[in-house]
């Protein structure tokens, strides 16, 4: 793994999210766009090397609305970015690791994407990000 890619959080408002984190960050987010699969609307800062994710659900039966009804807004995955994310999940399983995807998906911000079972990690969803070429 190269580096944390970006931290994702779930919020029930993007637009005053995106505020919030604007004025924390100083910056104004570099992107934003829905990613249909994923039942969600996302929003992007940089924030040095890696970057914040913010993530809205775009109905009720969205992972993203499902964690904020069990756990309210909040951290909801971090990223690591990869070179060879198919690789990644090989080395990954055999480890014991559980992988939610055997296959990478196309998620937000052009890039390949996998996730491990929150288990598998004490209590964090994990992502690997590889990018689209």
Known sequence: MNKIEHIGIAV?????????YEALLGVAPYK????????VTTSFFHCGE????????LN???????????????????????????EEIQRLSK?????LNERPKKGA?????AFLHPKSANGVL???????E
């Open 12 to 20: 029930k408002d993007l637009e005053a999210a995106n505020k919030t």
């Open 126 to 132: 994990v992502e690997l990000c590889q990018e689209i």
């Open 109 to 113: 911000d052009n890039k390949w994407v």
């Open 60 to 86: 009720e039966e969205s992972a993203i609305a499902k964690s904020i009804a069990k756990r309210g807004e909040g951290i909801h995955h971090i990223a690591f970015s990869v070179d060879n994310i198919e």
């Open 50 to 57: 890696s970057k914040i994710e913010l993530l809205e659900a």
């Open 32 to 39: 934003s766009e829905t990613v249909e699969s994923e039942s």
């Open 95 to 99: 480890q014991g690791f559980v992988v």
